[in-house]
T-cell receptor
Framework: DMKVTQMPRYLIKRMGENVLLECGQD?????MYWYRQDPGLGLQLIYI???????SEGDIPKGYRVSRKKREHFSLILDSAKTNQTSVYFC?????????????????FGAGTRLSVL | AQKVTQTQTSISVVEKTTVTMDCVYE???????LFWYKQTASGEIVFLIR??????ENATVGHYSLNFQKPKSSIGLIITATQIEDSAVYFC???????????FGSGTKLTVEP
């Protein structure tokens, strides 16, 4: 069953607390992503991971870090969360050749985590 | 720099009519891939249709089709015979040939009314 699972689905934290968002996939995909979605801005890439311990910053990495110790698992960490990190966070995964002429058509997205930082 | 632009923030149509959603993009690559996604009310993001830049024929899947105008860097989504359940937010997205990342537009909210 091809699935990307995000935990938790909803999270409320206070400013300054640490936050851990977790993502798992069962497709043995090499590449995984963290996006955040804010009203009027679409989805913005935070980090991309090409495989275990091979991570790169996306467009908005400030205030975030990631960890990928197993291919099927990708974590997003907010050290000392800020109120402007209130958002919906999406994890996604793909094969290395996705979107190309012979690859899979798409990224596979999780259901999202709604994070509120008070 | 923003790579994908959707200027229509919301559209409202009557059921069974046709709607077109606009999208323009920027890229330096000669080859790239364009996608449309639908985000349902529950937040689920669903892949709809794609267009490869080197293909001249517009892609069609079910009641979704694309209007690809490469000289204008434009990829419009056309939904024919709209249904109530087509109400959702639609995102245009692009992947450059050499970079394994999907860039999204800001989305267009479609409301289909009876």
């Amino acid at each position: 069953d091809m699935k990307v699972t995000q935990m938790p689905r909803y999270l409320i934290k206070r400013m300054g607390e640490n936050v851990l968002l977790e993502c798992g996939q069962d497709m043995s995909h090499e590449t995984m992503y963290w996006y955040r979605q804010d009203p009027g801005l679409g989805l913005q890439l935070i980090y991309i991971s090409y495989d275990v311990d091979s991570n790169s910053e996306g467009d908005i990495p400030k205030g975030y870090r990631v960890s990928r110790k197993k291919r099927e698992h990708f974590s997003l960490i907010l050290d000392s969360a800020k109120t402007n990190q209130t958002s919906v966070y999406f994890c996604a995964s793909s094969s290395a050749d996705w979107g190309g002429a012979n690859g899979q058509n798409t990224l596979y997205f999780g259901a999202g985590t709604r994070l509120s930082v008070l | 720099a923003q790579k994908v632009t959707q200027t229509q923030t919301s559209i409202s149509v009557v059921e069974k009519t046709t709607v077109t959603m606009d999208c323009v993009y920027e890229t330096r690559d000669s080859s790239y891939f364009l996608f449309w996604y639908k985000q349902t009310a529950s937040g689920e993001i669903v892949f709809l249709i794609r267009q490869d830049s080197y293909k001249k024929e517009n892609a069609t899947v079910g009641h979704y089709s694309l209007n690809f105008q490469k000289p204008k860097s434009s990829i419009g989504l056309i939904i024919t015979a709209t249904q109530i359940e087509d109400s959702a937010v639609y995102f245009c997205a692009m992947r450059d040939f050499n970079y394994n990342v999907l860039y999204f537009g800001s989305g267009t909210k479609l409301t289909v009314e009876p």
